[in-house]
T-cell receptor
Framework: DQQVKQNSPSLSVQEGRISILNCDYT??????FLWYKKYPAEGPTFLIS?????DKNEDGRFTVFLNKSAKHLSLHIVPSQPGDSAVYFC?????????????FGKGTLLTVNP | KAGVTQTPRYLIKTRGQQVTLSCSPI?????VSWYQQTPGQGLQFLFE???????NKGNFPGRFSGRQFSNSRSEMNVSTLELGDSALYLC????????????FGPGTRLLVL
């Protein structure tokens, strides 16, 4: 039962264009969402997060949008740079009580072509 | 501040052996979580410790265990290793819990032969 889904295993964009990575979730108790970037042989690096009380959070070139009714979030990277090439993981937490674990999607490999 | 550190970075074991991995969280962080990453399953939650107490546990067999010390450092242990335990084991820390961002270490790559 995959509660966080990233349906696109890979995405390829041109440098300077927008990259849009998508994530869907099924657990309506999730109330905190994060995006991580991961290079090979390294741990995930935190990028940006959003609480369920917001629908948008922006940090430089990165913007995360949350649509609670659709149980969907997306990460926009504008403009995309070759150094952004990595695997991007969407993660969610929540559910009340002591359920603070992160549930991850399986990741999307982003390739930004020069 | 130094980031999350994990030792060792790489490890080779044989089936049936046991292994202990170590994680030092970011200074001041009190919560430590462990995850297993495999190509087929992505990142899967193992367990979380806070103030030396396990607060949350994922769906892994009892061969996987952990503990946290008073200085917040954590260890995880896998006994009777199986080939399928080959994975990248990641540790993440946060100050408290709840709506807290977790920061990851570089991981320990375990290969079971």
């Amino acid at each position: 039962d995959q509660q966080v889904k990233q349906n696109s295993p890979s995405l390829s964009v041109q440098e300077g264009r927008i990259s849009i990575l998508n994530c869907d979730y099924t657990n309506s108790m999730f109330d905190y969402f994060l995006w991580y970037k991961k290079y090979p042989a390294e741990g995930p690096t935190f990028l940006i997060s959003i609480s369920s009380i917001k629908d948008k959070n922006e940090d430089g070139r990165f913007t995360v949008f949350l649509n609670k009714s659709a149980k969907h979030l997306s990460l926009h990277i504008v403009p995309s740079q070759p150094g952004d090439s990595a695997v991007y993981f969407c993660a969610a937490s929540g559910g009340g009580g002591s359920n603070y674990k992160l549930t991850f999607g399986k990741g999307t490999l982003l390739t930004v072509n020069p | 501040k130094a980031g999350v550190t994990q030792t060792p970075r790489y490890l080779i074991k044989t089936r049936g052996q046991q292994v202990t991995l170590s994680c030092s969280p970011i200074s001041g962080h009190r919560s430590v979580s462990w995850y297993q990453q495999t190509p087929g399953q992505g990142l899967q939650f193992l367990f979380e410790y806070f103030s030396e107490t396990q607060r949350n546990k994922g769906n892994f067999p009892g061969r996987f265990s952990g503990r946290q010390f008073s200085n917040s450092r954590s260890e995880m242990n896998v006994s009777t290793l199986e080939l399928g335990d080959s994975a990248l084991y990641l540790c993440a820390s946060s100050y408290l819990a709840g709506q807290e961002t977790q920061y990851f270490g570089p991981g320990t790559r375990l290969l079971v032969l």
